[in-house]
């Protein structure tokens, strides 16, 4: 695929060397448009190195190859990282003073912005205006990541790691034309992954296997397809999904505290974290020591059914709730039983035991929905699984 990596002028740029780097390696043809503030930041040279193309900045350049008409009109995706403040304002102002604003004017592929600034830059009335306009007319603009800035600044505004502005660009280029029409854009999406932990001493927990790998392909995919993304993530260690805001939490009873503070807001919730049932009914002081005996038992308490919960909690109108669960034997009587007993309206029902879901990168599934429909998810990666789950709710979402 033809690819236009565009830079602007933030010390985000350097980032961009590997996301170049990842695009190339998958096979891609890239030319890197920076803004000339941009090479500040990263020379021309390493941009012409890496990507085995010429680097220009201004239509000025190379003026017989019309390059600010042609570099647009030829790309099969335009992804800018890092998207600056002004150059989201220059690019929903229509301008064209750079080589890289006239792509943007030329473009009928894709965009991406994958903005990073300073917090108050972010959030500033003008910026939040800017993305909006850039969001109206079918561009990705993803949400930064949190983290440290530079200096010592922390909040919203990191670029997100490159391997996961990777994963986007993937996800975008694999759903082709259907990606001009971000169709989650505007919809608020809660999704909860990983593994509860349940303390029972100061050193020890009660907990599972999940990665979280599933809840934050789903995470991931969402925001690819424009959604506003609040992923809540229990003890998984992987990179913040691009485009996500990310709380963390450790046990049952803070997922619960978290997902029902944010259902409020959401389209659609989708419990994909492994919740664990049961608690010790106390968490010792402690460290609890051998005593020579038999070890003591270790008294249980249940967890709150989250999904439930949600469920009598819903406010919002048109809300949906979509459940996992991992079965065995009948899978799909089970599974069924369950949405109807937990009241989602969909269930993304999988057999444990034959080598897939904990850890693993691939998923199979059936999505069950309440209205009695059942869609079999073939094996596949865990983007693809998510992203078929993402079809069958747009489709409810209506
Ligand atoms: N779940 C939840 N709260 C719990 C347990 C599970 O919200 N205390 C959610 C999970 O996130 C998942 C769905 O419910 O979306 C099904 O989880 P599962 O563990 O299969 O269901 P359980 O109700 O615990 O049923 P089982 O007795 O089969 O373990």
């Not at 444990?352 to 998923?363: I, K, Q, R, Y």
């Amino acid at each position: 695929m033809r690819i236009v990596l565009g830079v602007a002028a933030g010390i985000a740029a350097y980032k961009a060397c590997e996301l170049l780097r990842l695009l190339t390696e998958a096979g891609h043809r890239v030319r890197v448009v920076p803004t000339p503030a941009a090479l500040d930041f990263v020379g021309a040279a390493t941009w012409a190195a890496l990507s085995g193309q010429p680097v220009l900045t201004s239509p000025q350049e190379s003026v017989h190859e019309v390059p600010h008409v042609r570099l647009g009109q030829e790309a099969d995706l335009v992804i800018v990282a890092p998207a600056t403040a002004d150059l989201m304002a220059r690019a929903a102002a229509g301008r064209s003073d750079d080589l890289l604003t006239a792509t943007l004017l030329t473009a009928r592929c894709p965009v991406i912005f994958a903005p990073a600034m300073h917090t108050e830059m972010w959030e500033h009335a003008a910026t939040r205006a800017n993305v909006a306009t850039l969001r109206s007319r079918g561009c990705l603009v993803l949400d930064p990541a949190s983290g440290r800035l530079t200096g010592p600044d922390s909040g919203p505004g990191r670029l997100p790691e490159p391997a996961e502005l990777f994963s986007v660009v993937r996800r975008v280029l694999a759903r082709g034309t259907a990606a001009m029409v971000p169709d989650l854009a505007g919809r608020t999406i809660l999704v909860s992954a990983g593994g509860t932990r349940e303390d029972l001493d100061p050193v020890r927990y009660l907990g599972n296997w999940s990665s979280g790998k599933q809840g934050y392909a789903l995470a991931r995919t969402a925001a690819s397809r424009g959604a506003t993304v609040t992923l809540v993530a229990a003890n998984a260690e992987l990179p913040d999904p691009a485009g996500a805001r990310v709380i963390r939490v450790t046990s049952a009873s803070q997922l619960r505290d978290a997902m029902l503070a944010e259902a409020g807001s959401a389209d659609v919730i989708v419990m994909a974290a492994a919740v664990a049932d049961f608690r010790p009914a106390t968490r010792s002081p402690a460290k609890i020591k051998k005593s020579g005996g038999a070890p003591a038992p270790i008294e249980l308490a249940e967890n709150p059914d989250i999904v439930r919960d949600l469920v009598a909690a819903r406010s919002r109108p048109g809300q949906l709730i979509v459940a996992f669960a991992a079965e065995t034997g009948d899978v799909l009587a089970n599974g069924r039983a369950k949405l109807t007993g937990k009241g989602c309206d969909l269930l993304v029902v999988n057999q444990v035991g034959n080598g897939l879901a904990f850890g693993t990168e691939d998923n199979e599934a059936t999505v069950l929905g309440a209205d009695g429909s059942q869609i079999k998810l073939p094996r596949a990666p865990k983007d693809e699984i998510s992203d078929a789950i993402w079809d069958e709710v747009a489709a409810r979402l209506g």
